[in-house]
């Protein structure tokens, strides 16, 4: 399964982004989908993440601000974040997690990461 985040870049203190993260490939079915950020010298922390009906998680520091959904139809999730901060800015990372159909294993992949950077 491949993941292709994208919707990253600069945006200025108290603005959005809406990221968006496609998984494509054959013979898997998601579950769980995501969203990680990391800056450097720290560890992946989880943003968000939603379940395939919808439930919802989300770490302290964004609640009230981001928002994850997703379309399962077209196996995409999204992360609308707004009331950006600075110490929003971190490479933000998609998950996702599910099974192969074609074997029942379990299975996870995560995207390349997309770039997010809010400036002061």
């Known amino acids: 399964v491949q993941l292709q985040a994208s919707g990253g870049g600069l945006v200025q203190a108290g603005g959005s982004l809406r990221l968006s993260c496609t998984a494509s490939?054959?013979?898997?079915?998601?579950?769980?989908m995501a969203w990680y950020r990391q800056v450097p010298g720290k560890q992946r922390e989880l943003v968000a993440l939603?379940?395939?009906?919808?439930?919802?998680n989300y770490a302290d520091f964004v609640k009230g601000r981001f928002t994850i959904s997703r379309d399962n139809a077209k196996n995409t999730v999204y992360l609308q974040m707004n009331s950006l901060k600075p110490e929003d800015s971190a490479v933000y990372y998609c998950?996702?997690?599910?099974?192969?159909?074609?074997?029942?294993?379990?299975?996870?992949?995560w995207g390349k990461g997309t770039l997010v950077t809010v400036s002061s």
């Open positions: 490939g054959s013979n898997f079915r998601i579950n769980d």
């Open positions: 939603i379940s395939t009906g919808g439930n919802t």
């Open positions: 998950k996702a997690e599910g099974i192969w159909t074609n074997t029942g294993w379990g299975m996870y992949s």
